[in-house]
């Protein structure tokens, strides 16, 4: 039995009835797991993404909904999920490649799995886009740090500008007096 967050909403999996504090709010009673799979899948994007799916065994879930240790680690890696993927792109893209399709499975406690299909790119075109994009992007930060530069050594002159008008009329002020 899979619960998962793929658009059907399939929660399987009955019985306990567990008494949650959420974020030290007041407490939230799931009387099965489904209730609590309904929950994860309205706060948690990972699984109601449609490119990058991720699943839970449903002995887990029903597991996190009767034992707190469980489901604060359940939370705990659903919340770090869309940061594992998108790294997991990267270190893909990085190698001139590309992700086909990525699929990530909750087994149990301590024991997940993850099915990435990528795809080589041999003649080097979705590198070199990605090359040529990074570049790009750094080359547009580096311009934008020297703007703020320059405009900071403006100001500084303004200010030193004004402090030497300053100071040639308080000196004409004093020759006057």
Known sequence: MIVTGIGNDAVYA???????NV??????????????????IQKYDC???TDYPVTIS????QKAAGDEKT?????????LMPGCIEK??????????????????????????????TTDDPDGTFAKEN????AKEKKE??????????AEKKQAERRAEQEEQEESRQSVFEARA
């Open 131 to 134: 090359a040529e994009k990074r």
């Open 14 to 20: 009955n019985g306990y009835k567990n008494t949650r």
């Open 47 to 49: 699984l109601r993404n």
């Open 23 to 40: 974020n030290g709010k007041a407490n939230k009673a799931y009387g099965s797991a489904r209730e609590y799979g309904n929950y994860l």
């Open 58 to 61: 449903g002995s887990l879930l």
């Open 71 to 79: 489901a604060k680690w359940l939370e705990y890696n659903l919340a």
């Open 88 to 117: 997991e792109k990267a270190a893909v893209e990085a190698r001139g490649a590309k992700i086909i399709s990525c699929q990530c499975v909750i087994n149990g406690y301590d024991s997940m799995t993850s099915y990435i299909c």
């Open 141 to 150: 930060a580096e311009e934008k740090k020297a703007e703020e530069k320059l």
